[in-house]
C-alpha cells in the first residue's frame, strides 16, 4: 500500500505562480511513477506532469514550458506551475504508480482568477 499526502494548491491571479508537493510512503520500490493529474468542472481526468525514478519527465502539451515536476531522494515530487492560466483551474492530483497499480492523492484545488 503506497499513502500520497498531497499540500499547496489555493487561489492565484493569473500569471501568477503556485507550489504543489507530495510526499510517497508505504510499499514503493524502485522503478515507480510519479505524477500529477488534473481535473476540471465537467472535463475528464487528465495528465499534467510525470517523472520516472530515473528522472525522466513528461508534459501534456499544455502545461510544457509552464509547469516543472521534480522529484527528491524522501519520494517527494514536487510541481512548480509558473504562468498560471484560468484554464489551468482543477482540482489536482497527485499519482503513484508502482508496476501496475496505480495510487491516488485526495487531490487539492487550483483556482487560477483572471
Known amino acids: 500500500q503506497v499513502q500520497l499526502v498531497e499540500s499547496g494548491g489555493g487561489l492565484v491571479q493569473a500569471g501568477g505562480s503556485l507550489r504543489l508537493s507530495c510526499v510517497a510512503s508505504?510499499?514503493?520500490?524502485?522503478?515507480?511513477?510519479m505524477g500529477w493529474y488534473r481535473q476540471a468542472p465537467g472535463k475528464q481526468r487528465e495528465l499534467v506532469a510525470s517523472?520516472?525514478?530515473?528522472?525522466?519527465t513528461n508534459y501534456a502539451d499544455s502545461v510544457k514550458g509552464r509547469f516543472t515536476i521534480s522529484k527528491d531522494n524522501t519520494n517527494t515530487a514536487v510541481l512548480q506551475m509558473n504562468s498560471l492560466k484560468p484554464e489551468d483551474t482543477a482540482v489536482y492530483y497527485c499519482?503513484?504508480?508502482?508496476?501496475?497499480?496505480?495510487?491516488w492523492g485526495k487531490g487539492t484545488l487550483v483556482t487560477v482568477s483572471s
Open positions: 499519482n503513484c504508480r508502482v508496476t501496475v497499480i496505480n495510487y
Open positions: 508505504g510499499r514503493i520500490f524502485s522503478g515507480n511513477v
Open positions: 517523472i520516472t525514478s530515473g528522472g525522466n
